[in-house]
């Protein structure tokens, strides 16, 4: 591998125009010199490099390859080949190439640090930590990083903050310790500043699909979806053949409710990685919100056949409405369980799956007990605290008078109208918003965030540190209309028709109804009701995707059932006649009534199409999708009576209610 003067020469030249960016060029140089010296080791390996980094991913491999042939002992292009096989989802294929390098280069420090990425995609997790382990020891900025999150984990972001500026003062583009600083500011709620980070990051890398995918998923988790879909689907233009993008990007568009598109994504994703249990799942859950659920099973049967111990899995296949899991399943589950190497969000999936099984054998006594133990270990990975949910509920009490609400805002001409429909979750809600959504002016977009986050930012970065729901008595009328628009803004971009009025049917609204009138005084509430044991126990047997913490403990359950009763009551006393209760035992004894009672209250013409709402196509991306495909029906009603051996305390906090 040794160069004369002009070859050292040359390679200086590349080396400076990849430091520039300047790939384009570094990549003319290259073949410019390759042509006088077609089997140059060095710069066959350098222009593979040049061509991995711009993403040119089948030409550098079969570069690379061919430099390895010319020299088997080159640890470079052994790396460079393992990363390009991680990129285009062949971790296995990476594992090896990674391997091999590092026996020939024992101290490349970021040798180990891929090979600890690909190990870990493989499943090898003791070999992962251990090549992660050799990493720290080879490289003093990746220890230092180890001791900054370290301390963040210990709750010190202050300490771990300083170590990632002091490295940034010596290695200013380090994208680790940025990425450090981003989480660490999330943490603290400075948002604006990870925000900020984060962006750097992908200025600094724009090929960097880590990071943009980080950048995606922060702006998800404010519930700015528009823009986490803009920056992956900049990221997939970049370069269509990264299947963890097309992953993330199924996941963003299930989330705004555009359920085709999501599907294409899963499937492209498939198409690259056939194996990759997470977009198995996805795409089980698309096709099961478009009704198509023969379909969804054998989606979740292939990605529980490629990762039996996926708790997720059994859990989405057990909870399809009337799909009975055959015994070798439950003999599979079980011996899984009883093994006890799950994880415990594995397991819980697992005890909710039996739970399900157990049931449809009518084996009720045997489901309760797989119900407990499930819900106990998910109330263990949760955070919920019923003195908050308490402390909030008097404090909108407090705030959200009669005197304040009858001020209430002017109402400012949209072009759509909401309908919320709140309440407690398994009460009735996707029935109602069916029903509503078969209707011609009517579309439904099922459960949005934007209430919640629209109340939760109002209070901006104010110097006394007021927040919500205080900060709403110094908002002006000008103030409140402004967060309405903000509220429609977000929401329209769940709308893909002209309909006048849309639905939003996230429960946990009802916290928030005083808000609600204050900010979209145009809009119409209804209260989805339920019999108060049934709710519960509904709530109970329902493993949850995200949220609804109060509903893993069955004491929490029924005190959080008591307070949500008791706001609606404090609702119904300051904003009289505003919101419509909706009892589910109601609609299912007597339908067309119900019927015409909710389109009358939204000021809708009577349709029959409303009446027969399980023949409308449109996707439902909720727990009772299948339930609410069939006609109207009784069997659910008195369901919970199953457990009533196992319901007196339950009982007891909810005698009242």
Known sequence: MSKGPQSRQAMAEIFRSVDKGDLLHAESLCRARLTDSPDDINLLGMLGAVLLQSQQYPEAEQLLLRTIELEPDFARPHEDLGVLYLRTDRPGQAVS??????????HRGSVFRSLAVALHRVGRQEDAQAAQDTYLQLTPTAQSLAEAEKLRKAGDTKGAGQHCEELLKREPKNVAALRML?????????????????????????????????????LADRSRFSEAIEVIEHAISLDATVAQNQLMLGDMLSIVGQTENALLAYDRCLDMAPDDPAALLGRGHMLRIGGRSDEAIASYRQCAAIQPAMGDAWWNLASLHGYCAPDEDVEQMLSTVDAGKLDPAAETGFRFAL?????????????????EIGNSIKRGLVKYDPVETEILHGKL??????????????????????IFIVGMPRSGSTLIEQILASHSSVEGTGELPYVIMISTAAGGSRADNAHYPEIVLD?????????????????????????????????ANYSHVGFIGLILPE????????????????????????GKNQSYDLTELGEYYRQYVALMKHWDEVMPGRVLRVLYEDVVNDLEKQVRRILDYCGLP?????????KSERPVNTASSEQVRQPIYTSGVDYHKNYDAHLDELCEILAGS
């Open 97 to 106: 190439f990674f391997e091999k390098a590092a026996v020939m280069d024992e």
């Open 182 to 218: 981003a989480v660490i500011a999330s943490d603290d709620e400075r948002f604006v500043m990870a925000e900020g980070l984060l962006r750097r990051i992908v200025e600094l890398e724009p090929s960097n699909y880590d990071a943009m995918r980080d950048l995606g998923r922060f």
């Open 355 to 371: 739970a399900r099984a157990a049931e449809q054998r009518h084996e009720y006594d045997s489901a309760w007990r797989h119900y």
């Open 397 to 418: 009490r407090d705030v959200f008078s009669a005197e304040l609400l009858q001020q209430g805002s002017t109402p400012v001409p949209a072009a759509k109208t909401p």
């Open 475 to 507: 908002l002006d009328a000008s103030q409140l209309i402004g967060l309405g628009r903000s509220y429609l803004h977000h929401a329209l971009t769940h709308c893909s028709t002209n309909k006048p009025f849309f639905t939003d049917k996230m429960p």
């Open 523 to 546: 809009a119409k509430i209804i209260d989805a009701r339920r019999d108060p044991l049934a709710t519960c126990v509904a709530n109970y047997r329902q493993l949850f995707a995200k």
């Open 606 to 614: 009577f349709e029959q199409s409303c009446v027969d709402y399980y």
